[in-house]
């Protein structure tokens, strides 16, 4: 049987932060009338029971964007929301793959870096992926009414050409995905690719965020590897996100090659603000 022994927090009444064994941060949002599931991680356990443990309201299972940590629990649904720019690279992971090894993989990845102990056994919890859920867009300014709460969709392109934030007008909480956080990864998309997004696009839509703090009091990214569980991300991490992206565009940014953390990657162009990294390709800079 999977575990269900996820960690949880409520972080608001009827807003629960569900870690994935270090691996990526669920939200669960319960209205009146529905409930909306923000991800799914990489797909460890039996995340839909325990999910139906805190709700019986019928689920809407929404996702920030396209990677193996964010959808890969989606089989596990009837069905799943996404911005139509991340649609063709859903069932590929972000072109990471979604594949068994390749969830076992990034699991083991990140049970080695944190040195976690967990309960649960990834021969058992975590299995095959598939069939894919079917697909329906989410849209910039769309809004979900779950019942006397209602979340705003807000594009965000930059980590991916479809990544998305909500914003949860009753609890004053923007919750980022990958949009944003101290780790923050760009220009992943060669440019005359579909997905290519510039830095200054990035930095375009990042300010639109910063814009829209009179509607936010605090914000939750995907993990919580930068923050405490359950606690939101620092006002730093938007600030100085811009700050390195502004300096990026202009020219004047100090970037540092590095090794990439990621297994079998290339090496990385990082520029660090404060606390906040970015990774960028030079290549990719302006639109």
């Known amino acids: 049987m999977?575990?269900?022994?996820?960690?949880?927090?409520?972080?608001?009444?009827?807003?629960?932060?569900?870690?994935?064994?270090?691996?990526?941060?669920?939200?669960?949002?319960?209205?009146?009338?529905?409930?909306?599931?923000?991800?799914?991680?990489?797909?460890?356990?039996?995340l839909k029971g325990f999910v139906e443990k805190l709700t019986d309201k019928p689920l809407m299972v929404c996702y920030t964007h396209n990677h193996i940590d964010h959808v890969g629990g989606a089989c596990a649904f009837d069905h799943a929301y996404i911005h139509p720019k991340d649609m063709a690279d859903f069932s590929n992971g972000g072109g990471i793959g979604l594949s068994l090894e390749a969830r076992r993989g990034y699991a083991k990845?990140?049970?080695?870096?944190?040195?976690?102990?967990?309960?649960?056994?990834?021969?058992?919890?975590?299995?095959?992926?598939?069939?894919?859920?079917?697909?329906?867009?989410?849209?910039?300014?769309?809004?979900?009414?779950?019942?006397?709460?209602?979340?705003?969709?807000?594009?965000?392109?930059?980590?991916?050409?479809?990544?998305?934030?909500?914003?949860?007008?009753?609890?004053?909480?923007?919750?980022?995905?990958?949009?944003?956080?101290?780790?923050?990864?760009?220009?992943?998309?060669?440019?005359?690719?579909?997905?290519?997004?510039?830095?200054?696009?990035?930095?375009?839509?990042?300010?639109?965020?910063?814009?829209?703090?009179?509607?936010?009091?605090?914000?939750?990214?995907?993990?919580?590897?930068y923050r405490a569980f359950g606690e939101p991300l620092g006002e730093d991490a938007l600030r100085d996100a811009i700050t390195a992206c502004e300096q990026i565009v202009a020219g004047t940014a100090e970037v540092v090659v590095k090794p990439s953390p990621f297994p079998n990657a290339p090496d990385q162009h990082v520029v660090t603000i404060g606390r906040t990294s970015i990774s960028f390709d030079p290549q990719g800079i302006h639109e």
């Open 2 to 46: 999977k575990t269900q022994a996820f960690p949880h927090k409520e972080i608001s009444p009827n807003i629960f932060e569900i870690g994935e064994f270090d691996c990526a941060s669920v939200f669960l949002l319960i209205g009146d009338e529905k409930a909306m599931l923000i991800d799914t991680g990489v797909g460890i356990g039996d």
């Open 109 to 225: 990845w990140i049970a080695e870096r944190e040195k976690g102990n967990y309960p649960y056994q990834p021969e058992v919890d975590i299995t095959e992926w598939g069939p894919q859920p079917p697909l329906f867009p989410l849209e910039d300014g769309q809004i979900i009414d779950l019942g006397n709460r209602k979340v705003s969709v807000i594009d965000c392109p930059g980590h991916t050409a479809g990544s998305i934030a909500f914003l949860d007008e009753n609890s004053r909480t923007l919750f980022l995905g990958d949009a944003c956080n101290c780790n923050l990864l760009l220009g992943r998309a060669k440019r005359g690719t579909p997905n290519f997004v510039s830095i200054e696009k990035t930095l375009s839509h990042l300010k639109r965020l910063q814009n829209l703090h009179a509607a936010y009091d605090r914000y939750f990214n995907g993990h919580y590897d």
